[in-house]
């Protein structure tokens, strides 16, 4: 039976609701108008600021949890569309793949099943707020099976690098800048210490490659004429090894001469294995470090990751009508014969 959803109409609305994070409020409430019409019962779970998770279920024990983010990184870019792709902010990340989970779950409910439900969280992008408070939920507790949904090109990833960002800050003395010596400049500290950061070799792994870091900000200074008294980087390490040998690498490179600040630190995670689906490791980090008590983790999801956070971010039409059928299948998969699961966190 086909689902009662229009995945494509679905997916241009939400791409229409501007949700980069900290500003999920409409898109959430949407959402969970969407649901409660479709005759599920929705919570909104708030995280902060008028900002909440949407959590969805058909009344029945929730088994297997569909979930993926509401949030998307700046800026707003409107919808549009050809014959082979949607286009705009959020059509491949993620919501595409909120579009083409509700079209599963719909499919399924019109089969009779029933022990499903819909997680959708904010903040993904930043420090995954939502996710880490919806990992108390109480309705976690009856979960078996988490798939989550991030653009892995509809392959089934049985392994996400770590993630560690950290931000290192340089204290130095302000002057004239025709007196430098009267001064102490913080942004060259700051170089110093980061040309040394760029010289670690990084460990690597057989399964999930190597250890890349990223030196994403950098800030410091008031005046060009005016010597430097605070500079600060923040860095983003993928990890493909664990986070303690990491940091030790990291804080020998330093050596003292920076302040260390530890954001956020998770190490490589290793998914469940589905047979008969394609399978891949991706670089990305997702929410599912943080939703530990939801049961075993999946993750799969239409689109590339490679579209994700650029300017022309698509998703192919075929992706997201294969998204709805390999949803369903996996669920009732999981639901019925769990034989070719293998793996788990």
């Known amino acids: 039976m086909a689902s009662s959803v229009d995945v494509f109409k679905l997916t241009r609305e939400l791409i229409d609701v501007p949700s980069v994070t900290g500003?999920?409020?409409?898109?959430g409430n949407s959402l969970a108008e969407l649901l409660s019409r479709l005759g599920y019962q929705v919570e909104l779970q708030e995280v902060a600021d008028d900002r909440a998770n949407v959590i969805a279920t058909t009344g029945a024990p929730a088994r297997v949890v569909l979930?993926?983010?509401?949030?998307?990184?700046?800026?707003f870019i409107a919808s549009s569309e050809d014959e082979e792709f949607i286009y705009g902010r959020g059509?491949?990340?993620?919501?595409?793949?909120?579009?083409?989970?509700?079209?599963?779950?719909?499919?399924?409910?019109?089969?009779?099943?029933?022990?499903i439900g819909l997680l959708f969280t904010v903040d993904e992008e930043v420090t995954s707020a939502g996710a880490k408070l919806a990992n108390a939920h109480p309705l976690a507790s009856t979960c078996e099976y988490l798939i989550n949904g991030e653009p892995t090109d509809n392959r089934l990833a049985v392994g996400t690098k770590g993630s560690l960002q950290v931000t290192i800050t340089a204290a130095g003395r302000a002057a004239h800048s025709a007196y430098p010596e009267q001064g102490d400049s913080a942004i060259e500290k700051l170089l110093d210490v980061l040309a040394d950061i760029?010289?670690?070799?990084?460990?690597?792994?057989?399964?999930?490659?190597d250890t890349t870091c990223n030196i994403g900000v950098i800030s410091g200074g008031t005046r060009?004429?005016?010597?430097?008294?605070?500079?600060?980087t923040t860095l983003q390490i993928r990890l493909a090894a664990g986070a303690g040998d990491v940091k030790?690498?990291?804080?020998?490179?330093?050596?003292?001469?920076?302040?260390?600040?530890?954001?956020?630190?998770?190490?490589?995670?290793?998914?469940?294995?589905?047979?008969g689906f394609e399978q891949t490791i991706v670089r990305f980090t997702t929410d599912i470090p943080?939703?530990?008590?939801?049961?075993?983790?999946?993750?799969?999801?239409?689109?590339?990751?490679?579209?994700?956070?650029?300017e022309h971010e698509r998703v192919a039409k075929s992706e997201l009508l294969?998204?709805?059928?390999?949803?369903?299948?996996?669920?009732?998969?999981?639901?019925?014969?769990?034989?070719?699961?293998?793996?788990?966190?």
């Open 67 to 75: 979930s993926t983010h509401m949030d998307t990184v700046p800026p």
């Open 290 to 310: 943080y939703l530990t008590n939801w049961g075993k983790a999946l993750l799969i999801g239409p689109g590339s990751i490679l579209d994700a956070h650029t």
């Open 248 to 275: 030790g690498l990291l804080e020998n490179a330093v050596a003292g001469r920076a302040g260390l600040d530890y954001k956020s630190t998770h190490n490589p995670v290793r998914l469940v294995a589905l047979d």
């Open 224 to 232: 060009a004429n005016v010597i430097p008294d605070a500079a600060q």
């Open 198 to 209: 760029r010289r670690i070799e990084w460990p690597a792994d057989e399964v999930f490659g």
């Open 322 to 345: 294969r998204a709805v059928e390999i949803y369903t299948e996996m669920i009732r998969r999981l639901l019925g014969d769990e034989r070719g699961v293998e793996g788990t966190r």
């Open 91 to 115: 059509a491949c990340d993620a919501k595409g793949i909120i579009a083409a989970q509700i079209a599963a779950a719909e499919k399924l409910r019109a089969e009779g099943v029933s022990e």
């Open 23 to 27: 500003g999920e409020f409409e898109v």
